[in-house]
């Protein structure tokens, strides 16, 4: 049955920024600056994560701070099951009264530290400049914990309703989440069942709004090994008789993407649906230039010619292959004359929304492995396969919601956008609760540059963020929508 809220019950604007602005500026700062020390990189990256204890580390500091923050009803603690990144389950029961079952989920593990970071600022080094926290994995994911438990505290301090929340801080979102599942069927009756789902991982296409993720790419991951030699030889000696195994990866790459412009072949590609073009075109006239310009381009006059809307719809609907490592390769300062033994290059393919990873990775093992160039030693090695996800129609209650809240925290209405990263997390729970209602937003607006050097968190929109989680969680709470009546 549904309620309604009295005026009591209903978040005061100014008693929330006020307590989002005093908890933010003191030990979720404090508590973040010691979370980027931390180089808790994800298992993909650290196969001996277990016995380094970086993830021990970071996940103990990030509950021992839970106690920063007077919140009724609250039970946490760390889960582990074997062979599994440690993961963070709290659980706060509803305030109130509050109607509704809602799932916030985010996670602490981290991305390699990549080179290129400014003078004075590096991946484990915090540095606060200009209202922004510098720093591996500040924006992506470390500050969702807080974000979660701020929002759900400031209402608590007002005496206003909140629905029972259920918040998942999982270790290995990096590596692909592989550990989650299982976590999920360990956890299933404490989750219960979803009415909404808010993910804290995602973009934002400028820091004027609220942003909400309608979409998110699949991504394949593996390592392309070509061999021609056991060992390396003169290469005056060899050129000419022996092939260059840089040259047969360039060729066996073509099978997948053509060389001239990185179009995908065929095979993966997939039907991009009619309201894409539609949304691509509203956030290119919405974000302009800043499409382009969020990128440190070296030459910016290198640009594409491709209208804007375009460029959206590639971004967040087309295949697209990066290669991401290479081994086999010498300094530029130890390379002598050689001709090397072999090349291996790791591959991040990432694949449309409603693309069938599967499918992708059985294709390109066979393309790849198929009639060698020269009789060379090819192998492809899968590292990961993730699928992508839309989102399904938003209700016209939780619409209404989203731009109130924009509106009260930012000042404008929300936008909507897809986004050219994965969150495994999404498909995942969309299979499993088909009539949950998702809001997938974040803090990664232009330059923030998760995943590279440089990484930032936007202090102030971290805050009005989580003001916007803190309204939409006092909205499912009053019941007028149906929600857990």
Not at 5 to 18: C, G, P
Not at 34 to 58: C, R
Not at 359 to 388: M, N, W, Y
């Amino acid at each position: 049955m549904a309620v309604n809220l009295s005026a009591r019950d209903t978040m005061n604007f100014e008693q929330t920024k006020d307590f989002l602005q005093q908890h933010w500026n003191s030990w979720v700062l404090a508590t973040l600056q010691e979370y980027t020390k931390i180089p808790n990189v994800s298992p993909l990256f650290d196969p001996d994560w277990e016995s380094h204890g970086y993830m021990e580390q970071a996940a103990h500091l990030l509950v021992d701070s839970v106690s920063n923050v007077q919140i009724q009803g609250i039970n946490y603690r760390i889960e582990r099951l074997p062979n599994c990144t440690p993961l963070i389950l709290i659980e706060v029961a509803a305030f109130q009264n509050g109607h509704g079952n809602v799932l916030l989920y985010g996670h602490y593990d981290k991305q390699p530290a990549f080179t290129g970071w400014d003078d004075g600022k590096g991946p484990w080094s915090p540095v606060l400049e200009n209202g922004r926290l510098y720093g591996r994995g500040t924006g992506d994911d470390g500050y969702a914990i807080f974000s979660c438990l701020t929002a759900i505290a400031s209402l608590q301090q007002q005496g206003c309703a909140h629905p029972r929340c259920v918040i998942l801080i999982e270790g290995c979102e990096e590596s692909g989440s592989p550990d989650l599942p299982t976590y999920m069927e360990h956890l299933k009756d404490e989750i219960g069942t979803p009415d909404v789902v808010v993910c804290l991982d995602a973009e934002c296409g400028n820091y004027d709004q609220l942003w909400l993720t309608t979409s998110l790419r699949g991504v394949i991951s593996g390592t392309l090994h070509v061999h021609v030699l056991t060992e390396g030889i003169h290469s005056g000696a060899g050129g000419g008789i022996v092939p260059s195994s840089f040259r047969i990866l360039r060729a066996l790459l073509e099978r997948l993407e053509t060389q001239k412009d990185g179009t995908m072949v065929e095979d993966f590609h997939e039907p991009i649906p009619s309201w894409v073009e539609e949304q691509s075109l509203e956030v290119a006239t919405t974000l302009g230039e800043t499409v382009l310009n969020r990128y440190p381009w070296s030459n910016p006059k290198s640009v594409f010619t491709k209208n804007l809307a375009t460029l959206v719809t590639a971004n967040t609907w087309s295949p697209c292959l990066e290669i991401v490592g290479i081994d086999g390769v010498p300094r530029l300062q130890d390379a002598g004359n050689t001709l090397r033994p072999y090349t291996s290059a790791k591959i991040s393919i990432r694949l449309p929304p409603n693309c069938d990873p599967k499918r992708i990775c059985t294709f390109v093992k066979q393309e790849l492995e198929r009639d060698t160039p020269h009789g060379a030693q090819v192998t492809f090695e899968l590292d990961a396969a993730e699928s992508g996800w839309f989102s399904p129609e938003v209700q016209p209650w939780l619409n209404d919601s989203l731009h109130a809240a924009s509106n009260l925290f930012f000042g404008q209405p929300c936008k909507r956008m897809g986004t050219g990263g994965t969150i495994p997390f999404m498909k995942m729970l969309g299979n499993q609760y088909p009539d949950c209602q998702f809001v997938v937003t974040g803090v990664l607006g232009p330059h923030s540059n998760a995943h590279g050097p440089n990484e930032f968190l936007d202090l102030k929109t971290a805050e009005r963020v989580t003001g916007c989680v803190s309204y939409l969680l006092n909205q499912v709470a009053s019941g007028n929508h149906n929600i857990g009546a």
